[in-house]
């Protein structure tokens, strides 16, 4: 007998794999989507058995008590960070895959580095103020969803001459040392079931324009004005040096070993992304965690080149996420997940 369980998911982002995962483990399964988003679901891609429709996104809550009686699981994705209310998202009573106590620790920056410190992973600088910018540095804001706004100052005075120009909010931005270096995108899925934490695939961003300034040499840049932009447009695959993984392993470990202390008894689980840059030193500079799915992972509907390794069937993160409630109920364990 199937389960009596229904996986639902916002209708953007990482959706398709989360409901085409849900199918091939054989659960039902349902979108919550926008009006316009609709066709996405409904014609392009049906591979939900449900499509509901709400008018945004935010109105998500609008249906909950519906997704209740449906013995809905929620699979949460960045849609659900970038477009519901955060204490809302905290208060939701439908049954959801993650560990909703992380939140805090991820979207408080202080917390987070305190987070990652605390698993002795490398962190670029932060400087307090600017006054204090001592090297090139990269200007973010807080809330900035892919890489928007985001700017590049070369030391102090060129943040206070972007400063006069265009004035802002001092204490909206964070200033993180610039990182000259590859960046690397690493998918991991940590199971609370039998404590193993897997590396699913990598990807590197593709943005605008930061990826195309190499394009025009350099002679000819100069008077051109051009600034870096840090705009995701979408991702491309990667596959990282072989020796390199046992590192990449050490800092996942050590990620999801102080969750356990911060948020416990389960900590991080599920899937998640420590967004890195690389440096010749072979150095990985966190610059930011993802304590779930992210969008790089839609390259991998069909597994990844690791996954492959360590899967007989096209293994996604979606796919991945439905096995592991799948297990969980079969252990009569689902508490631990959902
Ligand atoms: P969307 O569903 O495209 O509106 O995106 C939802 C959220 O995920 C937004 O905050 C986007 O900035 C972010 N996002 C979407 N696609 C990507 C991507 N390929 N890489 C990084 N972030 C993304
Ligand atoms: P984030 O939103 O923090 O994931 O950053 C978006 C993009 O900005 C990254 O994919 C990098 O290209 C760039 N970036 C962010 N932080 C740094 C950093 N400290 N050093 C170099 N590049 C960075």
């Not at 007998?1 to 998911?9: E, F, R």
């Not at 960046?183 to 930061?210: A, G, K, N, Q, W």
């Not at 911060?262 to 966190?286: A, H, I, K, R």
Request: net charge negative; charged share 25%; glycine share 6%.
């Amino acid at each position: 007998m199937g389960s009596q369980h229904t996986i639902v998911t916002l209708g953007s982002h990482t959706a398709l794999q989360i409901l085409k995962g849900a199918k091939d483990e054989g659960f039902r399964s349902a979108v919550v989507t926008t009006t316009k988003h609709k066709p996405i679901y409904e014609e392009l891609f049906p591979v939900a058995d449900e499509v509901i429709e709400i008018p945004t996104y935010a109105d998500f809550f609008a249906v909950e008590e519906e997704l209740i009686e449906k013995k809905a699981i929620i699979v949460p994705h960045g849609s659900f960070v970038a477009y519901l209310d955060s204490e809302a998202h905290k208060a939701m009573r439908v049954r959801y895959f993650g560990n909703k106590d992380i939140l805090d620790w991820e979207f408080n920056r202080k917390k987070q580095k305190e987070w990652l410190a605390e698993a002795d992973v490398t962190l670029p600088h932060v400087f307090d103020h600017h006054d204090d910018i001592d090297r090139p540095t990269i200007v973010k804001f807080y809330g900035a969803g892919g890489g928007k706004g985001y700017f590049f100052v070369k030391d102090r005075h060129e943040f206070n001459r972007v400063l006069d120009e265009n004035y802002f909010d001092t204490s909206q931005v964070i200033l993180q040392e610039y990182i000259v270096g590859c960046p690397v995108y690493i998918h991991y899925f940590y199971s609370p079931l039998d404590d193993r934490l897997e590396i699913l695939s990598l990807d590197r961003r593709y943005e605008t324009t930061v990826d195309s300034l190499g394009r025009i040499p350099s002679r000819n840049q100069e008077g051109m004005n051009l600034d870096p932009s840090f705009v995701v447009v979408g991702n491309t695959p990667l596959v990282l040096r072989e020796s390199l993984l046992a590192k990449v392993y050490e800092m996942g470990r050590n990620v999801v070993e102080v969750s356990k202390t911060l948020c416990p008894p389960q900590g991080l689980y599920g899937p998640f992304c420590l967004e890195t840059v690389v440096t010749p030193e072979q150095d990985f500079y966190v610059i930011e965690l993802s304590a779930r799915i992210v969008a790089g992972t839609n390259l991998y509907t069909q597994g990844s080149y690791y996954t492959q390794l360590t899967y007989p069937e096209p293994m996604s993160t979606g796919r991945r996420i439905a096995r592991e409630i799948k297990l969980a109920e079969e252990q009569g364990r689902l508490d631990v997940v959902c």
